[in-house]
């Protein structure tokens, strides 16, 4: 049988997903709201289908009848969990259907007061947002158990790769060193998302599975580093109290936890980039040529 894939949500992660896909596989399609966007996915080889979380056009159904892997990074919004509500009236076209992911967050497990927690601990999510998620990862795995389809659910600390690190905050002078004592985060470079994605389909693997680095490390320590690599001086550190923060992103810093990646290598799967360290000084070697950044710091 011919694999085909079916990413609902090909942005930032869904488009490094497809790019590990592409080589092996028949069809990788994937979902965007604008034309524009499809027209992007085009160009890199991803089959482009207009969703807008309200059903199914004819184009998507067509697809949905031969997809063998489908992966979902759909977030849920106040109405519930869209895809698998739109799933719901049309399983009866997706005869081929054989594993299904569904990305989530790590903020399903709320705080811990910094300990460490794995897929056994106690969920404590408080945000709305992190409610959501922990519920649609609930309605996700209901679905794989009625459809006898594995579903893997992969849980996300903070995400980072290229466009998307404290090396371009740097740079675009955004960069702060928000300092909270004893507060540390989790992080994933998106390559490894796509690589234990994978890595788990192949295996047919489902569950809950964390795909995070083996390092929570505090955030300002990151800034640091990456503006030693950049041999610049750091931004100055902010008292958190003193920081001007958005309410979403203080809540962030309401929660603490270190985030087991144990299960994940147990499964057979080595981390391409064990720490952010390692996934910062390969962006910069990508980069330095290019970089020149004009630096001027925030110190709010």
């Given at each position: 049988m011919k694999r085909k894939a079916l990413i609902f949500g090909a942005g930032y992660s869904g488009r490094a997903i497809?790019?590990?896909?592409l080589p092996e596989f028949d069809l990788v399609a994937g979902t965007t709201r604008s034309c524009e966007r499809a027209s992007m996915l085009s160009r890199e080889g991803i089959h482009p289908l207009i969703y807008d979380g309200n059903g199914f056009s004819g184009a998507t159904r067509t697809i949905l009848e031969e997809t063998t892997h489908l992966i979902v990074t759909v977030g849920p919004g106040k109405?519930?969990?869209?895809?698998?509500?739109?799933?719901?009236?049309?399983?009866?076209?997706?005869?081929?259907?054989?594993?299904?992911?569904?990305?989530?967050?790590?903020?399903?497990?709320g705080d811990h007061g910094c300990a460490w927690v794995d897929e056994e601990s106690e969920c404590r999510p408080v945000s709305p947002r992190s409610l959501m998620r922990l519920e649609a990862e609930k309605?996700?795995?209901?679905?794989?158990?009625?459809?006898?389809?594995?579903?893997?659910?992969?849980?996300?600390?903070?995400?980072?790769?290229?466009?998307r690190n404290a090396l371009?905050?740097?740079?675009?002078?955004?960069?702060?060193?928000?300092?909270?004592?004893?507060?540390?985060?989790?992080r994933i470079h998106v390559d490894d998302i796509a690589g234990a994605l994978h890595h788990?389909?192949?295996?047919?693997?489902?569950?809950?599975?964390?795909?995070?680095?083996?390092?929570?490390?505090?955030?300002?320590?990151?800034?640091?580093?990456?503006?030693?690599?950049?041999?610049?001086?750091?931004?100055?550190?902010?008292?958190?109290d003193e920081a001007q923060m958005t309410p979403m992103a203080r809540s962030f810093y309401s929660e603490c936890k270190r985030v087991s990646n144990t299960k994940l290598k147990a499964s057979?799967?080595?981390?391409?980039?064990?720490?952010?360290?390692?996934?910062?000084e390969v962006l910069w070697q990508a980069k330095r040529k290019e970089w020149m950044p004009q630096i001027c710091y925030d110190s709010r």
């Open positions: 497809a790019r590990e896909l109405e519930g969990e869209p895809v698998l509500a739109d799933f719901e009236r049309v399983l009866q076209s997706m005869p081929c259907l054989k594993w299904a992911a569904y990305l989530s967050t790590v903020g399903v497990y309605a996700w795995m209901a679905f794989g158990r009625a459809q006898a389809v594995p579903v893997a659910v992969l849980r996300l600390p903070g995400i980072y790769g290229p466009g371009d905050n740097l740079a675009a002078g955004t960069a702060r060193r928000i300092v909270k004592p004893g507060q540390v985060f989790n788990l389909m192949n295996r047919n693997a489902s569950g809950i599975f964390n795909i995070a680095d083996d390092e929570p490390a505090p955030p300002q320590d990151v800034v640091a580093y990456a503006a030693k690599l950049a041999g610049l001086e750091p931004p100055p550190e902010i008292p958190f057979g799967y080595r981390l391409r980039y064990p720490h952010y360290r390692m996934g910062l």
